[in-house]
């Protein structure tokens, strides 16, 4: 693990003990995307007993969560939207990684996996994949020596994901959600058009020009997409009780006729999904409209 990742942790856990008691209760914590690690070929499994086995793909799975949050640190490293972890039970999101061999091929190659509640993405995209041995490295080669292995796949861990990072992020921004739950600014008025997203402001405030999307659960009707602009502004996040916890961020929808069905239940139990990052600057005309 390396100090970045450590220094992080301590700096989350530090600032849940001490946002509560200064500014009003913490917002709940980042999403996890699990990830996984196993080298699905029998002729290179022998290399290592079980308990070994157990401990490179450990060791891999570390380095897999170190480069993923290297490349997708949504938007801000100290208050994640969402962060990455290995070995999580019975995740809902996973990042699988494998080193397989094709059929008949006498290739190994090292692949990538997503998966929602366990479905993997069964498109022209996933698996992604990329060649460790291509044909004929076998008989030029030799098998992979142990001691190199684990730095082997490493680095074509690294490269899968420079290859595919727009890819990727598109993935996770579509199957990922940033937050749960919204309510209306004004409880008041439950056909506004502006909600409040439970993302502090104070943390993160960078996102006030950003777009989203909400996936409510609509009894009878399924599920109801609504597409939404934030506005620069901040509005009061209030907790069962009605009283204000924190500031959140306030958003528009720029689909409201859609929002009918809406109960503060279902938009308490709904998903919200980064849609598109945009800078600061796109916020001002909303910002007034909004006012």
Same mark, same amino acid.
């Given at each position: 693990?390396?100090? +970045? @990742?450590?220094? &992080? @942790? ?10 509560? /008691?200064? $500014? ?8 996890? !995307? ?10 290179? *499994? ?27 640190p949504m938007w801000h490293e100290d208050f994640p939207l969402w962060t990455f972890a290995y070995g999580v039970a019975a995740p809902r999101v996973l990042l699988a990684f494998r080193v397989v061999e094709p059929p008949r091929r006498n290739v190994f190659d090292l692949e990538l996996q997503t998966y929602v509640d366990r479905v993997p993405s069964r498109t022209e995209i ?9 044909? %004929?490295?076998? %008989? &030029?080669? %030799? ?19 420079? *290859?595919? $990072? ?29 909600? !409040? ?5 104070? $943390?993160?405030? +960078? ?17 109801? @997409?609504?597409? #939404?602009?934030?506005?620069?502004? #901040?509005?009061?996040? +209030?907790?069962? #009780? %009605? /009283? ?13 006729? &859609?929002? =009918? ?13 980064? =849609? +598109?990052?945009?800078? /600061? ?11």
């Open positions: 693990m390396t100090k +970045r @990742r450590v220094f &992080r @942790r301590l700096l989350l856990a530090a600032l849940a003990c001490v946002l509560p /008691a200064a $500014q009003g209760a913490a917002q709940p914590p980042p999403f996890v !995307v699990a990830v996984s690690f196993e080298i699905d070929v029998p002729r290179l *499994e022998q290399f290592w007993a079980p308990a070994e086995m157990k401990a490179v793909s450990s060791a891999l799975g570390d380095h897999l969560v170190d480069a993923l949050e290297a490349r997708f996933f698996p992604l994949t990329i060649a460790w041995y291509e044909p %004929g490295d076998l %008989g &030029r080669r %030799g098998l992979p020596m142990p001691r190199m292995t684990l730095d082997e796949i490493a680095a074509l861990a690294d490269a899968l994901l420079d *290859e595919n $990072q727009p890819t990727l992020n598109d993935w996770l921004q579509d199957h990922v959600p940033v937050a749960v739950g919204a309510q209306w600014r004004d409880p008041d008025i439950t056909d506004s058009p502006f909600l !409040v997203l439970p993302l502090r402001w104070d $943390q993160y405030d +960078r996102l006030r020009a950003s777009e989203f999307r909400l996936r409510c659960q609509v009894p009878e009707e399924g599920e109801l @997409r609504l597409d #939404s602009n934030a506005v620069g502004l #901040s509005g009061p996040f +209030r907790g069962p #009780s %009605g /009283a204000t916890e924190y500031d959140g961020l306030v958003v528009k929808l720029t689909n409201p006729e &859609r929002s =009918a069905p809406l109960t503060a239940n279902v938009l308490r139990a709904s998903h919200v999904y980064m =849609a +598109r990052f945009l800078p /600061a600057g796109w916020f001002i005309a909303l910002a007034e409209d909004a006012q």
